[in-house]
């Protein structure tokens, strides 16, 4: 479960908005059909709090854009057991929630983004490094910090050229991604399409598709570690009327759709997720 409140203020080349966000994830232990009152549950509870700002300027087919951000993040862990959830939330849960836990799980973070994008066309690549500030260290700069936090994607807009004046209500758009891609461990590789209708940002209906796979090792063996079962399958869509902005996006395992389970499942397999939902509605004025 998540909780994004924000509030964003944008001019033509610039924002400025608050961060915050609250994320909470259910872990539960092993279970015990002999005494299920006390399966153990442990519940993540991860809260950002604080700015951004960003600017950008385009340089007719290319665009460059910088951010700040100055925010806290705050994780803390508590265990409960299945019964202390039959009368509702425990109360120190929403007190955390609400109210935060305890500030020796805080840290304070400011990070500075750059990126670029270029549009020749129907075609659109760009880069986007998530914090500057990450090749910095005590001995001086480290240029494999800055590489770790990279992303790089291209796309593809036939319907729409991104430099044009006017806009087709038609939309599709193919593109791919790697993100992190200097990192041994959470470099990662996203491919989806979207199509849909867009009615002067009036009235808006997408439907996507995609693939996501994680690529650790060596950058050299990316090509070669392209395996279709060894990653996650999204589709989702979007739906616009006037000021709401509703999204909802779906996650299935690769291997689970490629070999179905059966039931009732082994109990290596029984906490293991099948289909993973998130909803998202915004306001946008």
């Known amino acids: 479960v998540g909780?994004?409140?924000?509030?964003?203020?944008?001019?033509r080349n610039w924002a400025i908005g608050n961060i915050s966000n609250i994320a909470i994830?259910?872990?539960?232990?092993?279970?015990?059909?002999?005494?299920?009152?006390?399966?153990?549950?442990?519940?993540?509870v991860n809260r950002d709090g604080g700015l951004i700002g960003g600017l950008g300027i385009?340089?007719?087919?290319?665009?460059?854009?910088?951010?700040?951000?100055?925010f806290s993040r705050r994780t803390d862990i508590l265990q409960y057991t299945v019964q202390d959830f039959y009368d509702g939330p425990p109360p120190t849960l929403v007190e955390n929630i609400f109210a935060g836990g305890s500030d020796e799980a805080q840290i304070t973070r400011f990070e500075l983004g750059v990126g670029g994008l270029v549009a020749l066309g129907h075609w659109n690549a760009g880069f986007y490094a998530a914090n500057l500030l990450a090749f910095?260290?005590?001995?001086?700069?480290?240029s494999q910090g800055l590489f770790t936090t990279m992303n790089v994607g291209v796309a593809y807009t036939p319907s729409n050229i991104k430099t044009a004046d006017s806009k087709s209500p038609l939309n599709f758009s193919l593109a791919a991604d790697?993100?992190?891609?200097?990192?041994?461990?959470?470099?990662?590789?996203?491919?989806?399409a979207e199509a849909g209708l867009d009615l002067f940002n009036f009235i808006v209906w997408n439907g996507r598709v995609g693939y996501r796979q994680?690529?650790?090792?060596?950058?050299?063996?990316?090509?070669?570690?392209?395996?279709?079962?060894?990653?996650?399958?999204?589709?989702?869509f979007q739906a616009k009327f006037f000021l709401v902005d509703l999204q909802a996006s779906f996650e299935f395992p690769a291997d689970a759709l490629f070999d179905p389970p059966t039931f009732p499942l082994p109990?290596?397999?029984?906490?293991?997720?099948?289909?993973?939902?998130?909803?998202?509605?915004?306001l946008i004025f």
């Open 25 to 44: 994830d259910v872990v539960p232990g092993n279970f015990d059909n002999n005494n299920p009152e006390n399966v153990p549950v442990a519940v993540h």
């Open 3 to 11: 909780l994004l409140p924000r509030v964003l203020y944008t001019g």
């Open 58 to 70: 385009r340089l007719g087919p290319l665009g460059i854009g910088a951010n700040a951000r100055l």
């Open 267 to 282: 109990k290596d397999q029984a906490r293991e997720p099948f289909v993973t939902m998130s909803f998202e509605m915004s």
């Open 214 to 236: 994680l690529m650790p090792g060596s950058l050299a063996n990316v090509t070669s570690g392209i395996n279709l079962r060894n990653g996650v399958f999204t589709s989702g």
């Open 136 to 142: 910095l260290d005590d001995d001086g700069l480290d």
């Open 178 to 192: 790697f993100k992190n891609i200097g990192s041994q461990t959470q470099r990662s590789l996203s491919l989806g």
